[in-house]
């Protein structure tokens, strides 16, 4: 059974940083695409970053752009999305999600999804 564990959201200041962490379980992590969704209430889902499995990156949406990095850890079956000068309107729940489709992933259409993680920013 695949699981995907979110840990390391929580409420801060703008202007603040946070690092998201998802842990991965049941599947061979060195073979699946991952990636950082995001939804904010009232707000659809949208892509944050996704890291392939050669550790290709792409680049976040325009609201985040020099904002985010994210980085895999396939000894520890780890994904990580490190965040910085956080806004209010980062505010949403964080997902991190698997798949050995590319363009699954990038469609936003992967197999395997994690509970969520809240970020909170706050003014």
């Known amino acids: 059974q695949v699981q995907l564990v979110e840990f390391g959201g929580g409420l801060l200041q703008a202007g603040g940083s946070l690092r998201l962490s998802c842990t991965a379980s049941?599947?061979?992590?060195?073979?699946?695409?991952l990636g950082w969704f995001r939804q904010a209430p009232g707000k659809e889902r949208e892509g944050v970053a996704f890291?392939?499995?050669?550790?290709?990156?792409?680049n976040p949406p325009d609201s985040m752009k020099g904002r985010v990095t994210i980085d895999r850890d396939n000894a520890k079956n780890t994904l990580y999305l490190q965040m910085n000068s956080l806004k209010p309107e980062d505010t949403a729940i964080y997902y991190c999600?698997?798949?050995?489709?590319?363009?699954?992933?990038?469609?936003?259409?992967?197999?395997?999804w994690g509970q969520g993680t809240q970020v909170t920013v706050s003014s």
């Open positions: 890291i392939s499995t050669s550790g290709r990156t792409t």
């Open positions: 049941g599947l061979t992590f060195d073979d699946y695409e």
């Open positions: 999600a698997a798949d050995k489709s590319w363009g699954e992933m990038r469609f936003g259409t992967p197999r395997y």
